[in-house]
């Protein structure tokens, strides 16, 4: 069974700091990896997507790597901005009776203070 | 907006009651997914469709839940005779045809609050 593990559970940092969420799992047989964000009370933005096939991809601020072999997935923030504190979410896909079936990871809270 | 969609975006409900959610997917999106997250906890998978086919049911997913695609297009999530457990943020994801890069898009979400 795919067990996905996300730390820390809790960060604060101050405002411009870059930091590392690490996401890690337990089965490489993974289809892709997919980062969330989710705010308080709603439901998941899509941050980033890796397919396995795939090492890293950027998008702005964020860039998020994959060592399928070593079961890592890491989503680094630059220059962070309180606008980013939220939950973040790695998730790993897997092929399952034709469709795509999400693994979540608990997540890691983010805080950005000014 | 042609973004997921779920309704109610909030229920209380009392002990022993029915309540029925409601998702309308992406258009075209053939494949259409149902979560559970709980307060602190990552989303949880509990079934699948393809079209108006529910290919997949988690174990999480009990007889007391129900969920239907009919035509293929939105879908409906029931639980009959809700428990204090059932409390949750219940997310709609949907993703195109074909298999592509797997990635799921996701509504807002419904709250489920029973008391």
């Known amino acids: 069974k795919q067990e996905v593990t996300q730390i820390p559970a809790a960060l604060s940092v101050p405002e411009g700091e870059n930091l590392v969420l690490n996401c890690s799992f337990t089965?490489?047989?993974?289809?892709?990896l997919q980062w969330f964000r989710q705010d308080p009370g709603k439901g998941l933005t899509s941050l980033l997507l890796?397919?396995?096939?795939?090492r890293e991809q950027t998008s702005g601020r964020l860039n998020a790597s994959l060592d399928k072999s070593s079961g890592r997935s890491t989503l680094y923030i630059a220059a962070s901005q309180p606008g980013d504190s939220a939950t973040y979410l790695c998730?790993?896909?897997?092929?399952?009776?034709?469709?795509?079936?999400?693994?979540f990871g608990t997540g890691t809270q983010l805080k950005v203070e000014l | 907006d042609t973004g997921v969609s779920q309704d109610p975006r909030h229920k209380i409900t009392k002990r022993g009651q029915n309540v029925t959610f409601r998702c309308d997917p992406i258009?075209?999106?053939?494949?259409l997914y149902w979560y559970r997250q709980t307060l602190g906890q990552g989303p949880e998978f509990l079934t699948y469709?393809?079209?108006?086919?529910?290919?997949?049911k988690s174990r999480l997913l009990s007889d007391r839940f129900s969920a239907e695609r009919p035509k293929g297009s939105f879908s409906t999530l029931e639980i009959q005779r809700t428990e204090q457990g059932d409390s949750a943020m219940y997310l709609c994801?949907?993703?195109?045809?074909?298999?592509?890069?797997?990635?799921?898009?996701f509504g807002p979400g419904t709250r489920l609050t029973v008391t």
């Open positions: 890796i397919q396995s096939s795939q």
């Open positions: 469709f393809q079209n108006e086919a529910q290919l997949e």
């Open positions: 089965d490489s047989a993974i289809y892709n």
């Open positions: 994801a949907s993703s195109p045809r074909g298999e592509g890069n797997g990635e799921q898009y």
């Open positions: 258009s075209e999106h053939n494949r």
């Open positions: 998730a790993v896909v897997i092929l399952t009776g034709g469709g795509n079936k999400l693994t």
